[in-house]
């Protein structure tokens, strides 16, 4: 009898010059006879693209910067890939008939537009993307419903408590969100003024870019993950917990009604969320380090501290407050970062950022996509003014 040969598993990987898109293609290499990679993206980094386009050998290219796009086009003249550019070009392959399942591993709001161009086309979706739910969180799931379309989370929060829920017949009535605390978890707080860049980026655990990690020293990153858990899991505000866990064993926890508690243990290997999510609801061997808790020492857990890490409590604010307040952090948080990044403004300005633009951008109580990106736009101009207005001060001092 005739041994029956699996069709690969097409993939539009948008994002795959970042940390989640090197990693999803480390996943891929590992079982090449079951993924086939039809699309790659980036936004800038045209050199590492033409590299993976030149591996992996896909059907299509993004640059979403279209000033590199003659740079791309030389790069792959004598191979078969074709060669687009734009932030269209994005949403036009994420709904591609080719895919079997979009990875949506962009950085920021670009990621948005793309995830609802894949849920309108039925495309599945492993989302790495958190802006997409915090900023549209209410629609992305209407539209996955109406769809009948699947969002596996990438996150490894996320994909933690996905993978507790998963085989569950009984509602949960607690989620438990695991926080690493990030680089400044034991810095007393009348240092923080103090702290640089390179500090900042100085993550204890994992390896990620520089906007996450710094979302992660300002526990930004957790806000976030609270506002994506409402949406993926239809929790209430009042029911996800945020607790620092320094080891990141732990990944996060689902609590029952009967007090039994569910969590997820691992290494700090995204790989592994990356494989689940294309993968569920099978489990596939992966290469890498294995979890060994006879050599882990002690798993430590405390409170969150709303004093010194304000932006958590933000983003609890704004998920309470609704309408477009999510979505005015989140490109708040984004100019706030690349200040930061760029040495216009300190650490804890970040937050004074944030606050000055949730107060001043107007607010929306059902804002359509339309309302949202005007929300963006405005909440961007009114962070950049904010944030000059600490750069100028900061040069008087």
């Given at each position: 009898m005739e041994k029956r040969v699996e069709e690969r598993q097409k993939i539009v990987l948008l994002g795959s010059t970042g940390s989640i898109g090197e990693q999803t293609l480390d996943v891929v290499r590992q079982h090449a006879d079951r993924f086939e990679v039809r699309t790659l993206t980036s936004n800038n980094n045209w050199q590492r693209l033409v590299e993976q386009?030149?591996?992996?050998?896909?059907?299509?290219?993004?640059?979403a910067n279209r000033e590199h796009y003659p740079k791309v086009k030389e790069a792959l003249a004598a191979v078969p890939v074709k060669v687009y550019a734009g932030a269209e070009s994005l949403e036009q392959v994420a709904r591609s008939a080719?895919?079997?399942v979009v990875v949506n591993a962009l950085v920021g709001y670009a990621g948005l537009a793309p995830t609802v161009s894949a849920l309108k086309a039925g495309r599945k979706i492993a989302l790495a993307n958190k802006e997409s739910l915090v900023v549209a969180g209410e629609l992305i799931m209407r539209t996955a419903l109406e769809k009948r379309v699947p969002i596996v989370p990438i996150d490894s929060e996320?994909?933690?408590?996905?993978?507790?829920?998963?085989?569950?017949?009984?509602?949960?009535r607690r989620i438990v969100l695991t926080a690493s605390g990030g680089?400044?978890?034991d810095t007393p707080a009348e240092e923080l003024e103090r702290v640089t860049v390179e500090q900042a980026l100085r993550h204890p655990n994992w390896k990620m870019g520089a906007k996450i990690t710094i979302d992660s020293a300002t526990m930004m990153n957790k806000g976030f993950e609270v506002i994506e858990a409402r949406w993926l899991f239809g929790a209430r505000p009042s029911q996800i917990e945020v607790l620092v866990h320094p080891q990141s064993v732990v990944h996060s926890m689902v609590e029952f009604a009967d007090g039994a508690v569910k969590a997820q243990l691992g290494t700090p290997d995204m790989r592994l969320p990356i494989q689940y999510a294309l993968t569920f609801p099978q489990r596939w061997p992966l290469e890498g380090e294995r979890l060994d808790l006879a050599r882990c020492g002690e798993l430590t857990f405390r409170e969150a501290d709303p004093v010194k890490f304000p932006n958590l409590?933000?983003?609890y604010e704004a998920l309470e407050r609704g309408g477009n307040s999510c979505c005015v952090l989140n490109a708040a948080n984004e100019v706030a970062?690349?200040?930061?990044?760029?040495?216009?403004?300190?650490f804890l300005q970040i937050t004074e950022v944030l606050e000055r633009t949730l107060a001043r951008v107007a607010f929306v109580r059902e804002p359509g996509l339309d309302d949202l990106g005007a929300s963006d736009a405005e909440a961007r101009r009114v962070a950049c003014e904010a944030a000059e207005e600490m750069k100028s001060k900061r040069q008087i001092i």
């Open positions: 386009a030149l591996e992996v050998e896909p059907d299509s290219v993004v640059i080719e895919a079997d996320h994909s933690a408590i996905f993978q507790c829920l998963v085989g569950e017949q009984t509602p949960y680089p400044f978890l409590r933000l983003a970062v690349a200040s930061f990044l760029g040495g216009r403004i300190g």
